[in-house]
């Protein structure tokens, strides 16, 4: 396997770091926190541990993953990218699309694999989804709405619309054939904290007259996790929870009556997504091919939640 070192060890690092090893292609592990290190150093004690990026960029490792802050996103990975590293980088890819869009011409220009962890993409329930619609058995595909609701962890320095829906942009892209975006509208409340929207909900509107409906909340009573998508012979229904998909023969005719024709549910094989995805990046680094959620995706994704927060600004 090719060799791959993690930078950041928190919350989700953690994870990346486990699968990595699992993998066989963890070099080592950067972390800045001495606290964090010593957890590296125990539970992971034949790996190489860095205090800084610059000596790990220095070894021979062929890619960085990056599962730092997104502010340090940009600055990490051109770094790296410039060093001539592959890159992982965790969503959101950056905070700006102007950045985001610099570090996809750069990893074109310079023939590097650079990949975005939109993690549910390489969710198996997503990619049957994926893969069912491209057959056109569901017809013409006209609309995607999702689901990312609970009683959440509130963060303090980012809305809810940049924690959340990074994941639910980067499926509505996926599942519509990625469109071109016309337009955007959005509304979103603050009732916690002044300037920092715990609830937003956002329509857009592509150039292909597809549409999407996005809802996300930290302040809601249930947990709910889904994706409906409508075309004109059958709708379709991923309960993220369960992990469930439903394929209902609903429709409109052209008489504009209501047709209902019963509803399957999809056995769908159960996979770890996230060990799923560090295997594809592998796989891409490896073949040199250019992954599934790549730089432009990425890029797709920051900017519509770019776009998205200026609406809510005003």
């Known amino acids: 396997m090719t060799p791959v070192i993690v930078v950041g060890s928190g919350h989700w690092g953690q994870n990346l770091v486990r699968n990595f090893e699992s993998l066989g292609s963890l070099a080592g592990v950067v972390e800045i926190d001495p606290v964090l290190r010593d957890r590296v150093r125990s539970n992971h004690p034949q790996v190489t541990v860095y205090e800084s990026l610059e000596p790990a960029l220095a070894t021979d490792a062929a890619a960085i993953v990056l599962a730092t802050p997104a502010p340090s996103h940009f600055d990490l990975a051109m770094t790296a990218l410039r060093t001539g590293k592959d890159v992982f980088v965790e969503k959101p890819m950056t905070l700006k699309a102007s950045e985001a869009?610099?570090?996809?011409?750069?990893?074109?220009?310079?023939?590097r694999v650079l990949m975005v962890g939109h993690l549910l993409l390489y969710q198996p329930a997503i990619a049957w989804l994926r893969n069912y619609l491209r057959s056109g058995q569901a017809g013409v595909i006209q609309h995607v709405a999702t689901q990312r609701l609970n009683l959440g962890k509130v963060r303090t320095t980012e809305n809810v619309w940049w924690s959340l829906a990074p994941?639910?942009?980067?499926?509505?892209?996926?599942?519509?054939?990625?469109?071109e975006l016309a337009s955007v509208q959005a509304v979103g409340h603050a009732r916690l904290q002044a300037g920092i929207a715990d609830e937003v909900q956002a329509d857009l509107a592509f150039t292909s007259g597809q549409t999407a409906h996005l809802h996300c909340s930290w302040q809601w009573p249930l947990k709910q996790r889904g994706t409906v998508v409508i075309g004109d012979r059958q709708m379709l229904v991923y309960d993220e929870i369960q992990q469930s998909v439903t394929v209902y023969d609903k429709r409109i005719d052209g008489q504009l009556n209501a047709v209902d024709e019963g509803a399957k549910v999809i056995d769908i094989a159960d996979a770890q997504p996230l060990r799923l995805e560090c295997q594809h990046f592998l796989d891409c680094l490896a073949a040199r091919q250019r992954p599934h959620s790549d730089g432009w995706n990425g890029v797709a994704v920051v900017n519509i939640l770019e776009q998205v927060e200026a609406v809510l600004h005003g």
Do not use: C, M, S
Request: charged share 20%; net charge negative; proline share 4%.
């Open 101 to 111: 869009r610099q570090l996809a011409e750069y990893a074109d220009a310079h023939n």
């Open 167 to 179: 994941h639910d942009i980067a499926i509505v892209l996926d599942l519509l054939g990625h469109p």
